[in-house]
């Protein structure tokens, strides 16, 4: 639909939004002070960081966390494993380091 090779449709985006929202209102009934966080895959795609903000809207511990500033330091070969497309290890230490950041400090 965007023309990203990873595009869904509109109507995938709905049925995720449902399906985040309902993982999240489970997960705030097992544990009323649990917190969600949402991160995308592809955290350089302006879509989908808007599509998972707007999902993150729906509650009051339901967050998106934001991981392209984390990685502007990496090139989009550093990013990727090159057989597979998963992220490299440099972006899941980006993407720990940018959770640590995240957390609240404790007093």
Same mark, same amino acid.
């Given at each position: 639909?965007?023309?990203?090779?990873?595009?869904?449709?509109?109507?995938?985006?709905?049925?995720?939004?449902?399906?985040?929202?309902?993982?999240?209102?489970?997960?705030?009934?097992?544990?009323?002070?649990?917190?969600?966080?949402?991160?995308?895959? @592809?955290?350089?795609?302006? @879509?989908?960081?808007?599509?998972? @903000?707007?999902?993150?809207?729906?509650?009051?511990?339901?967050?998106?966390?934001?991981?392209?500033?984390?990685?502007?330091?990496?090139?989009?070969?550093?990013?990727?494993?090159?057989?597979?497309?998963?992220?490299?290890?440099?972006?899941? @230490?980006?993407?720990?380091?940018?959770?640590?950041?995240?957390?609240?400090?404790?007093?």
């Amino acid at each position: 639909p965007d023309g990203s090779p990873h595009a869904i449709t509109p109507e995938q985006w709905q049925r995720t939004t449902l399906f985040m929202h309902d993982i999240y209102r489970n997960l705030v009934e097992t544990n009323p002070e649990a917190t969600m966080l949402l991160m995308a895959a @592809s955290p350089e795609d302006i @879509s989908v960081k808007e599509r998972l @903000s707007a999902i993150a809207e729906g509650g009051d511990r339901l967050y998106y966390l934001d991981l392209e500033p984390h990685l502007a330091h990496l090139s989009a070969d550093d990013r990727r494993m090159p057989w597979d497309g998963h992220w490299s290890p440099a972006v899941h @230490s980006a993407a720990a380091r940018a959770i640590l950041e995240w957390l609240p400090t404790p007093e």
